[in-house]
Nanobody, 118 residues
Framework: QVQLVESGGGLVQPGGSLRLSCTASGFIFSSAAMNWYRQAPGKERELVATIGNTVSSTNYADSVKGRFTISRDNAKNTVYLQMNSLNAEDTAVYYC???????????WGQGTQVTVSS
């Protein structure tokens, strides 16, 4: 069955960095575009970054452009999100997913909490 396991979140001071990881199973990861989303308290889930099945295709929300970098390792079925220059507005639960998985299965992993606070 499809499984997405996010990790790497935590408490970080403003200006700090974190690297999130998401390991996938149950589908052909190397053929799937992968996205990172986040959901802050009281807000809707938003798309943060996307990467195609080839690493050359990436896109970012304006709010994170220049600070976040999405990457993937198809050999490890893992997608990463390097987050730099974090600020309080980045506080949220972060999820990875694939548009195809959402459309067909409606499945989401448990996410990983990122809290930016001094």
């Amino acid at each position: 069955q499809v499984q997405l396991v996010e990790s790497g979140g935590g408490l970080v001071q403003p200006g700090g960095s974190l690297r999130l990881s998401c390991t996938a199973s149950g589908f052909i990861f190397s053929s799937a575009a992968m996205n990172w989303y986040r959901q802050a308290p009281g807000k809707e889930r938003e798309l943060v970054a996307t990467i195609g099945n080839t690493v050359s295709s990436t896109n970012y929300a304006d709010s994170v452009k220049g600070r976040f970098t999405i990457s993937r390792d198809n050999a490890k079925n893992t997608v990463y999100l390097q987050m730099n220059s974090l600020n309080a507005e980045d506080t949220a639960v972060y999820y990875c997913n694939s548009p195809g998985i959402i459309r067909v299965f409606g499945y989401w992993g448990q996410g990983t909490q990122v809290t930016v606070s001094s």
